[in-house]
């Protein structure tokens, strides 16, 4: 699905959620949404458990941050990450926040990066609590980049039937075209991919196998879809109506 890039983004990591062998996905999925101005990984860096980090971070220049475990049990790296998160945002210098952990205990922060006008992306393992995932505008699972990564792992595209199946998806889909369109019934495909990433953080035609938003949309064969010429260019825009619609006209 498309989105719009939004400038100079901040990229904060949590190496205690996160797995060193999908940082080069997440930093290939964050540059199709801006510049990743800023890197920083957090961490305990005297502790063996991170060393497979420490020779990706030179490579993709991302600043490790060192915070040491004070108390057992207590997190002390979310809050490292969190009073940067709050430093950052005040310099004014940034359009969006890119957090990436599978911790519910950044929803907060999401929210309140939220409330400031910015953009918040999400990235995380589909463990990650549900208040975390829709406090973000969007929400990535790291499982999609793994498998972008490793040629063995294959997302299987869903079938036609299956995908009809999906009651969820079919009623997203129907709704946000429903809501996106013009008297004709006809939604154009980039306002209804920004109406259901408002409504589902993290939906992903990805998750079904398909790349594309209008991929999907072709194959559930629940939708008519027109491609417009724009202007006199080779440019084309695409639109989407449910095909009840026209049975109805």
Not at 104 to 125: H, M, N, P, Q, W
Not at 143 to 169: C, F, H, P, W, Y
């Amino acid at each position: 699905m498309a989105c719009e890039k939004s400038g100079r983004l901040a990229v904060l990591i949590d190496a205690d959620n996160t797995q060193p062998s999908i940082i080069e996905g997440i930093l290939s999925e964050i540059a199709q949404y801006g510049t990743a101005s800023v890197r920083r990984i957090y961490g305990d860096w005297t502790s063996t458990a991170l060393k497979s980090w420490k020779a990706l971070l030179l490579q993709h220049s991302i600043q490790p941050i060192q915070q040491f475990g004070y108390t057992k049990g207590k997190n002390a790296t979310d809050s490292a990450m969190i009073i940067d998160a709050m430093d950052l945002l005040y310099t004014g210098k940034f359009d969006g926040f890119c957090i990436v952990s599978s911790d519910s205990d950044f929803t907060k922060l999401a929210s309140r990066i939220r409330e400031s006008g910015l953009t918040v992306y999400g990235f995380g393992e589909k463990k990650t609590p549900s208040p975390f995932v829709s406090a973000c505008d969007k929400f990535i699972y790291t499982e999609l980049l793994r498998a972008k990564i490793n040629e063995n792992e294959v997302i299987v595209k869903k079938t036609a039937t299956e995908l009809k199946m999906d009651s969820q998806l079919v009623r997203l889909l129907r709704n946000a075209v429903e809501s996106s369109s013009d008297e004709s019934g006809w939604a154009h495909l980039a306002t209804l991919g920004a109406t259901i990433a408002k409504q589902l953080p993290e939906f992903d035609p990805r998750n079904y196998g398909y790349s594309k938003l209008g991929e999907l949309i072709r194959a559930t064969s629940l939708f008519e879809v027109n491609e417009r010429l724009i202007g006199e260019g080779p440019s084309k825009a695409i639109y989407v109506r449910d095909k009840r619609k026209k049975n109805e006209s």
